[in-house]
Protein backbone atom coordinates (compact mmCIF):
# COMPACT_ATOMS: atom_id res chain seq x y z
CA UNK A 1 0.00 0.00 0.00
CA UNK A 2 0.93 3.34 -1.29
CA UNK A 3 0.58 6.49 1.56
CA UNK A 4 0.83 10.02 0.25
CA UNK A 5 2.37 12.30 2.84
CA UNK A 6 3.91 15.92 3.35
CA UNK A 7 7.40 16.18 3.19
CA UNK A 8 8.89 18.33 6.00
CA UNK A 9 10.85 21.78 5.16
CA UNK A 10 14.40 20.05 5.65
CA UNK A 11 13.53 17.80 3.10
CA UNK A 12 12.00 19.79 0.56
CA UNK A 13 15.22 21.40 0.90
CA UNK A 14 17.17 18.79 0.87
CA UNK A 15 15.31 17.63 -1.87
CA UNK A 16 16.33 21.06 -4.12
CA UNK A 17 20.07 21.13 -2.81
CA UNK A 18 21.08 17.83 -4.10
CA UNK A 19 19.75 18.16 -7.85
CA UNK A 20 20.17 20.83 -10.39
CA UNK A 21 17.41 20.22 -13.03
CA UNK A 22 13.91 21.22 -12.01
CA UNK A 23 10.72 22.74 -13.80
CA UNK A 24 9.45 26.19 -13.87
CA UNK A 25 6.18 27.28 -14.57
CA UNK A 26 5.30 30.47 -15.56
CA UNK A 27 2.40 32.48 -17.27
CA UNK A 28 2.59 34.09 -20.90
CA UNK A 29 -0.34 35.57 -23.21
CA UNK A 30 -2.45 33.89 -20.21
CA UNK A 31 -1.53 30.73 -20.93
CA UNK A 32 0.51 28.34 -18.64
CA UNK A 33 4.01 27.22 -19.92
CA UNK A 34 6.58 24.98 -17.95
CA UNK A 35 9.86 24.21 -19.12
CA UNK A 36 13.06 22.11 -17.71
CA UNK A 37 15.63 24.46 -16.09
CA UNK A 38 19.21 23.99 -14.72
CA UNK A 39 19.30 25.90 -11.12
CA UNK A 40 20.94 26.08 -8.41
CA UNK A 41 19.36 26.43 -4.80
CA UNK A 42 21.36 28.97 -3.17
CA UNK A 43 19.85 28.11 0.42
CA UNK A 44 21.51 30.73 2.65
CA UNK A 45 19.75 33.56 0.31
CA UNK A 46 16.80 31.60 0.39
CA UNK A 47 16.65 31.86 -3.65
CA UNK A 48 16.69 30.01 -6.43
CA UNK A 49 19.31 30.66 -8.96
CA UNK A 50 19.20 30.35 -13.45
CA UNK A 51 19.82 32.02 -16.27
CA UNK A 52 18.48 31.82 -20.31
CA UNK A 53 18.50 33.34 -23.44
CA UNK A 54 16.23 36.40 -24.00
CA UNK A 55 12.82 35.20 -25.30
CA UNK A 56 9.92 34.07 -24.54
CA UNK A 57 10.45 32.78 -21.03
CA UNK A 58 12.24 35.74 -19.87
CA UNK A 59 10.05 37.99 -21.77
CA UNK A 60 6.92 36.50 -20.10
CA UNK A 61 8.54 36.70 -16.40
CA UNK A 62 9.10 40.56 -17.12
CA UNK A 63 5.54 40.96 -17.53
CA UNK A 64 4.17 38.31 -15.08
CA UNK A 65 7.32 38.04 -11.97
CA UNK A 66 5.27 35.06 -9.79
CA UNK A 67 6.78 31.74 -10.81
CA UNK A 68 6.78 28.00 -9.28
CA UNK A 69 9.39 25.43 -9.47
CA UNK A 70 9.35 21.64 -9.28
CA UNK A 71 11.82 19.38 -8.66
CA UNK A 72 11.61 15.96 -8.04
CA UNK A 73 12.93 12.75 -7.27
CA UNK A 74 11.03 9.27 -9.21
CA UNK A 75 11.77 5.94 -8.25
CA UNK A 76 8.79 4.54 -9.01
CA UNK A 77 5.21 5.11 -9.26
CA UNK A 78 5.01 4.17 -5.52
CA UNK A 79 8.24 5.81 -4.53
CA UNK A 80 8.41 9.47 -4.76
CA UNK A 81 9.07 12.55 -3.95
CA UNK A 82 8.48 16.33 -5.09
CA UNK A 83 8.67 19.92 -4.24
CA UNK A 84 7.15 22.80 -5.26
CA UNK A 85 8.58 26.11 -4.98
CA UNK A 86 6.66 29.43 -5.31
CA UNK A 87 8.51 32.85 -5.91
CA UNK A 88 8.90 35.69 -7.44
CA UNK A 89 11.42 36.50 -10.63
CA UNK A 90 13.99 38.67 -10.06
CA UNK A 91 16.38 39.68 -13.01
CA UNK A 92 19.92 40.63 -12.20
CA UNK A 93 22.45 43.08 -13.73
CA UNK A 94 25.73 43.84 -13.73
CA UNK A 95 28.24 42.40 -10.78
CA UNK A 96 25.30 41.28 -9.43
CA UNK A 97 24.45 38.88 -12.06
CA UNK A 98 28.11 38.00 -12.97
CA UNK A 99 28.60 36.94 -9.21
CA UNK A 100 25.62 35.11 -9.31
CA UNK A 101 26.14 33.38 -12.68
CA UNK A 102 29.61 32.57 -11.10
CA UNK A 103 27.70 31.03 -8.16
CA UNK A 104 25.46 29.29 -9.94
CA UNK A 105 28.18 27.31 -11.81
CA UNK A 106 30.25 26.28 -8.74
CA UNK A 107 26.78 25.47 -7.20
CA UNK A 108 25.82 22.91 -10.21
CA UNK A 109 29.26 21.93 -10.28
CA UNK A 110 29.46 20.65 -6.38
CA UNK A 111 26.27 19.07 -7.32
CA UNK A 112 26.78 16.92 -9.52
CA UNK A 113 30.50 16.16 -8.24
CA UNK A 114 28.25 14.88 -5.24
CA UNK A 115 26.28 12.69 -7.69
CA UNK A 116 29.25 11.41 -9.21
CA UNK A 117 27.71 12.62 -13.11
CA UNK A 118 28.61 13.88 -16.14
CA UNK A 119 29.67 17.51 -15.95
CA UNK A 120 27.34 19.71 -18.88
CA UNK A 121 28.91 21.45 -21.48
CA UNK A 122 27.36 24.54 -21.09
CA UNK A 123 29.40 24.89 -17.54
CA UNK A 124 32.71 24.88 -19.38
CA UNK A 125 31.01 28.25 -20.81
CA UNK A 126 30.87 30.68 -18.37
CA UNK A 127 34.13 31.13 -17.39
CA UNK A 128 34.05 33.36 -20.96
CA UNK A 129 30.97 34.45 -20.64
CA UNK A 130 31.28 36.36 -17.37
CA UNK A 131 34.08 38.31 -19.42
CA UNK A 132 31.64 39.49 -22.31
CA UNK A 133 29.50 41.76 -22.38
CA UNK A 134 26.53 39.95 -23.42
CA UNK A 135 25.37 37.85 -20.94
CA UNK A 136 22.54 35.24 -20.77
CA UNK A 137 19.87 36.98 -18.59
CA UNK A 138 20.73 35.98 -15.14
CA UNK A 139 17.78 35.71 -12.50
CA UNK A 140 16.57 34.39 -9.13
CA UNK A 141 13.31 33.08 -8.09
CA UNK A 142 13.12 34.77 -4.99
CA UNK A 143 11.61 32.40 -2.47
CA UNK A 144 8.21 32.55 -0.99
CA UNK A 145 6.54 29.27 -0.11
CA UNK A 146 7.98 25.62 -0.16
CA UNK A 147 5.86 22.68 0.14
CA UNK A 148 6.56 18.97 -0.87
CA UNK A 149 4.99 15.56 -1.42
CA UNK A 150 5.81 12.18 -1.14
CA UNK A 151 4.63 8.29 -2.03
CA UNK A 152 6.36 5.36 0.16
CA UNK A 153 5.55 1.77 -0.63
CA UNK A 154 4.21 0.30 2.63
CA UNK A 155 4.07 -3.66 2.46
Known sequence: ?????????????????????????????????????????????????????????????????????????????????????????QELTGDCAKLCLKRFADGVQRTIDHKNAERPHFLSHFSGKLQESEMPVVYRIAVTKITGKSVENFR
Open 1 to 89: MSTIADLELVKCTGLLADNYVGHLAYIANNEPHVVPSTYFFDEDQKCILCFASNGHRINALRKCNKVSFQVDSIESFRHWQSVQVHGVF
